[in-house]
């Protein structure tokens, strides 16, 4: 197992966009397949993707009295589908048109008994081309894809962190398919003036929806620079967020982009990357709070409040047992 720094892999954008673009089609319609299966969750939690121990996974989906998953497997880099009666499915990830991959998954599905009709093109990307007909994406380079695994672990794993400090309304940390960003949103508790929508072959009512209270939000997406970036934004906007002095050093506001950004270059390259992260994530996060006046004493928390507590419980046990 990779430790330290060096399990902050690099991965240059331009060295993989190709793959890159493919790997959004196919996440898209994987994440359709839960989105037409599972029950609404406020602000669309319940058609994300997570990262696991080997890629991105659906975790389970409800289908009739059981259940069933879909896991990009970016280790053995194959498509496993599971189901909860123990039938299985798959098939090898590898370079292939996206109408190929959405063929073979629709097959799966159905010769496991869960038929499956979803909205069948793309959403936020312009062109939105139907699955069906997309042979223009067609790359899947392993080793890329395994690398972007990697940073998504490392992504996940230090937002995890973060989101521990706050006891309020908070997401898990999540993979959004639509714009292809692991992400991870706190609330204030307060309701958000209605968003005016306009993401590229999306309903505006999609976005009113996800963007329906009060937010501090944060992610990572292979974009925005040379490795890809962390991100930051809080809507509505309070003013004077723009110009908050936030660290890192390379962390800075995009005004084309509505929000902070920190190179993921900038983070990897530092003398302790986990640190340099938080900084960028809490100190984005107090410029929404601070300035949108949340009521920060009654949102946050220690994630060590029991520490003590829990040690003195192991100082026992290991004691009894001498």
Same mark, same amino acid.
């Given at each position: 197992? +990779?430790? !330290?720094?060096?399990?902050?892999?690099?991965?240059?954008? /331009?060295?993989?966009?190709?793959?890159?673009? #493919?790997?959004?089609?196919? @996440?898209?319609?994987?994440?359709? +397949?839960?989105?037409?299966? %599972?029950?609404?969750?406020?602000?669309?939690?319940?058609?994300?993707?997570?990262?696991?121990?080997?890629?991105?996974?659906?975790?389970?989906?409800?289908?009739?009295?059981?259940?069933?998953?879909?896991?990009?497997?970016?280790?053995?880099?194959?498509?496993?589908?599971?189901?909860?009666?123990?039938? @299985?499915?798959?098939?090898?990830?590898?370079?292939?048109?996206?109408?190929?991959?959405?063929?073979?998954?629709?097959?799966?599905? $159905?010769?496991?008994?869960?038929?499956?009709?979803?909205?069948?093109?793309?959403?936020? +990307?312009?062109?939105?081309?139907?699955?069906?007909?997309?042979?223009?994406?067609?790359?899947?380079?392993?080793?890329? %894809?395994?690398?972007? *695994?990697?940073?998504?672990?490392? $992504?996940?794993?230090?937002?995890?962190?973060?989101?521990?400090?706050?006891?309020?309304?908070?997401?898990? +940390?999540?993979?959004?398919?639509?714009?292809?960003?692991?992400?991870? #949103?706190?609330?204030?508790?307060?309701?958000?003036?209605?968003?005016?929508?306009? %993401?590229?072959?999306? !309903?505006?009512?999609?976005?009113?929806?996800?963007?329906?209270?009060?937010?501090?939000?944060? !992610?990572? *997406?292979?974009?925005?620079?040379?490795?890809?970036?962390? &991100?930051? &934004?809080? &809507?509505?906007?309070?003013?004077?967020?723009?110009?908050?002095?936030?660290?890192?050093?390379?962390?800075? &506001?995009?005004?084309?982009?509505?929000?902070?950004?920190?190179?993921?270059?900038?983070?990897?390259?530092?003398?302790?990357?986990?640190? $340099?992260?938080?900084?960028?994530?809490?100190?984005?996060?107090?410029?929404?709070?601070?300035? !949108?006046?949340? /009521?920060?004493? $009654?949102?946050?928390?220690?994630?060590?409040?029991?520490?003590?507590?829990?040690?003195?419980?192991?100082?026992?046990?290991?004691?009894?047992? @001498?």
């Amino acid at each position: 197992m +990779v430790n !330290g720094r060096d399990s902050w892999p690099r991965l240059r954008v /331009d060295d993989w966009s190709d793959t890159r673009d #493919t790997l959004h089609m196919w @996440t898209q319609i994987v994440g359709k +397949v839960r989105l037409v299966h %599972a029950p609404l969750v406020n602000h669309w939690w319940q058609v994300t993707l997570y990262v696991s121990p080997r890629g991105l996974t659906t975790s389970a989906i409800p289908h009739r009295g059981g259940a069933f998953d879909i896991e990009f497997d970016f280790v053995e880099h194959r498509l496993h589908l599971r189901a909860s009666d123990g039938g @299985t499915g798959g098939f090898g990830l590898e370079p292939m048109p996206v109408a190929e991959f959405y063929d073979r998954t629709m097959r799966a599905l $159905a010769e496991l008994g869960i038929e499956t009709a979803i909205q069948a093109r793309p959403n936020e +990307v312009d062109p939105s081309i139907p699955f069906a007909d997309d042979d223009q994406h067609a790359s899947y380079d392993a080793a890329a %894809a395994h690398l972007f *695994w990697r940073q998504l672990l490392q $992504a996940a794993r230090v937002m995890g962190e973060f989101r521990s400090r706050f006891a309020g309304k908070v997401s898990p +940390v999540h993979f959004f398919w639509g714009a292809m960003d692991l992400a991870c #949103t706190r609330f204030s508790g307060r309701k958000a003036p209605r968003h005016p929508g306009g %993401a590229p072959n999306c !309903g505006d009512w999609v976005m009113e929806e996800g963007y329906s209270q009060e937010l501090s939000s944060c !992610g990572f *997406w292979p974009g925005g620079g040379e490795e890809g970036a962390f &991100y930051a &934004y809080a &809507y509505p906007e309070p003013d004077g967020f723009a110009d908050r002095p936030v660290g890192p050093s390379g962390a800075f &506001y995009s005004r084309e982009n509505g929000q902070f950004l920190l190179p993921y270059e900038e983070v990897r390259a530092a003398p302790g990357p986990d640190s $340099a992260l938080l900084e960028f994530l809490q100190g984005t996060y107090e410029a929404a709070a601070d300035l !949108g006046d949340w /009521d920060r004493s $009654a949102l946050e928390a220690d994630p060590e409040r029991w520490a003590d507590k829990s040690r003195g419980r192991e100082h026992e046990r290991d004691t009894s047992a @001498t």
